[in-house]
């Protein structure tokens, strides 16, 4: 079981550019997120997604945005990478079931924005 | 808003001592409390959770009790070891609704354990 899957692992955009972060599970779980972690800051949320076709906003979502089509796929694009969104971004996936509730993370995407 | 505050680090220990590391927790109804561990160059991975007041999650000899009464959810280990050296990370997950897409997570607090 693959789990979460995070593409790529780095990347060094120049201010300016715009770039498409991957994620994909498969797991089937409804939910799906998108977090940053800077130091001393912990982990952000981003955008999350309840299921395909359904996304809102988190903590810090200017800059960003995302689409949810499918179950399996929740990519995060930046649309003009600016310095500070250097950072590590990390997507998770999580479900609510009897036992209640879990989120399990992908390997993340370390991004420097020069 | 829901908001999770750590113990400031970074918790610097010998092999064998005793480690607390603090999590108080604000939130509406009874979220669901975890601790993330965070190894360097890694994503995160679950530690330990609880769901309900009075559950004790425990792991790789980690434990942690959810606390309704004083909305703390400390993690404890009895003896630690090198190899427990990481970031480890507090959270929560509000029940309901669309809740169960996010987690808040506390800052952080780094672990390093020297022989």
């Known amino acids: 079981n693959a789990g979460v899957t995070q593409t790529p692992k780095f990347q060094v955009l120049k201010t300016g550019q715009s770039m498409t972060l991957q994620c994909a599970q498969d797991?089937?779980?409804?939910?799906m997120s998108w977090y940053r972690q800077d130091p001393g800051m912990g982990l952000r949320l981003i955008h999350y997604?309840?299921?395909?076709?359904?996304?809102d906003q988190g903590e810090v979502p200017n800059g960003y945005n995302v689409s949810r089509s499918t179950t399996e796929d929740f990519p995060l694009r930046l649309l003009s990478a600016a310095p500070s969104q250097t950072s590590v971004y990390f997507c998770?996936?999580?479900?609510?079931?009897?036992?209640?509730?879990?989120?399990?993370f992908g390997q993340g995407t370390r991004l420097t924005v020069v | 808003g829901d908001s999770v505050t750590q113990m400031e680090g970074p918790v610097t220990l010998s092999e064998e001592a005793f480690l607390t590391i603090n999590c108080t927790y604000t939130?509406?109804?009874?979220?669901?409390l975890f601790w993330y561990v965070q190894y360097p160059g890694e994503g995160l991975q679950l530690l330990l959770k609880?769901?309900?007041?009075?559950d004790k999650g425990s792991n790789k000899g980690f434990e942690a009790t959810y606390r309704k009464e004083t909305t703390s959810f400390h993690l404890e280990k009895g003896s630690v070891q090198v190899s427990d050296s990481a970031v480890y990370f507090c959270?929560?997950?509000?029940?309901?609704?669309?809740?169960?897409?996010?987690?808040?997570f506390g800052q952080g607090t780094i672990l390093t354990v020297h022989p």
């Open positions: 997604s309840v299921g395909a076709g359904i996304t």
């Open positions: 998770a996936s999580s479900y609510y079931g009897g036992g209640g509730t879990e989120a399990f």
């Open positions: 939130a509406t109804g009874y979220p669901s």
């Open positions: 959270a929560l997950i509000s029940p309901g609704g669309t809740s169960y897409g996010k987690l808040t």
């Open positions: 797991m089937n779980h409804e939910y």
């Open positions: 609880a769901t309900k007041a009075d």
